[in-house]
């Protein structure tokens, strides 16, 4: 993505192979002599600027091209906030549905909300240091503030925060302090149980969507 983060990461262990930019705004204009020069016998390392490569990172048309021309994708296991994140959350983890990053816009953000409200498998959530309070408002509105929930924050860096608790409670936890409100969020809901009513703020939900 920017290779100045890659850059001191290798730096840091005295590799000095070039490197290459690649993200959404000029994949595909970078494909077509990537995939030539893989066909020619070079060899590329594709990484993330911090996670897992294609998981809500760049990557995909890469790796489909690659497949397309029986050119060989080896994948080598590293941290990954999705999975790192469900395995400390405390909430079902048997099945659960990755949902990437939500919408920007309030309105959108609340009609995808509401098309998951039924769900009953837990979801997961990337969000941003911009949009966590809003994104945590709209949870509380859509889901209900008692569904359980949890903030990952951070995770494996230095200010790493893991927060448990009802989705009310986590939105009035990070309002009250900004240090909470900085990073990287991954933020997970526990889906519906029992007879639990989806959308029981259904009324507002309409007013605010109309």
């Known amino acids: 993505e920017d290779t100045r983060h890659t850059r001191r990461l290798l730096a840091h262990l005295g590799i000095t192979t070039p490197l290459q930019s690649m993200h959404e705004h000029n994949e595909a204009a970078e494909l077509p002599d990537l995939i030539a020069q893989l066909k020619a016998g070079r060899r590329f390392a594709l990484v993330s600027d911090a996670g ?3 998981v809500s990172d760049p990557g995909f048309p890469l790796v489909r091209a690659c497949r397309a021309n029986a050119i060989d994708v080896i994948p080598v296991p590293g941290v990954s906030a999705l999975i790192t994140a469900l395995s400390v959350a405390g909430l079902p983890t048997d099945r659960f549905r990755f949902e ?4 920007r816009r309030a309105s959108a953000r609340r009609e995808h909300l509401k098309e998951l409200a039924a769900e ?3 979801l ?3 969000e941003s240091s911009h ?3 809003e994104s945590l408002d709209d949870c509380v509105l859509v889901f209900g503030g008692q569904r359980p929930a949890a903030i990952a924050r951070e995770l494996t860096k230095r ?3 893991v927060k448990s ?11 009250a302090d900004a240090n909470q409100q900085r990073g990287e969020f991954v933020l ?4 519906m149980q029992g007879a639990e009513q989806p959308q029981e703020h259904d009324a507002l939900l309409r007013v605010l969507l109309a």
């Not at 990437?100 to 919408?103: A, C, N, V």
């Not at 608790?165 to 309002?175: E, H, I, K, Q, S």
């Not at 997970?188 to 889906?191: A, F, Q, W």
């Open 120 to 122: 009953r498998v837990t």
């Open 131 to 133: 949009r966590i309070v």
């Open 159 to 161: 200010h790493e925060t």
């Open 124 to 126: 997961v959530f990337y």
């Open 52 to 54: 897992t490569p294609l």
């Open 100 to 103: 990437g990053f939500l919408p």
């Open 188 to 191: 997970l809901v526990g889906g």
């Open 165 to 175: 608790a009802a989705l009310a409670g986590l939105a009035d936890w990070v309002r």
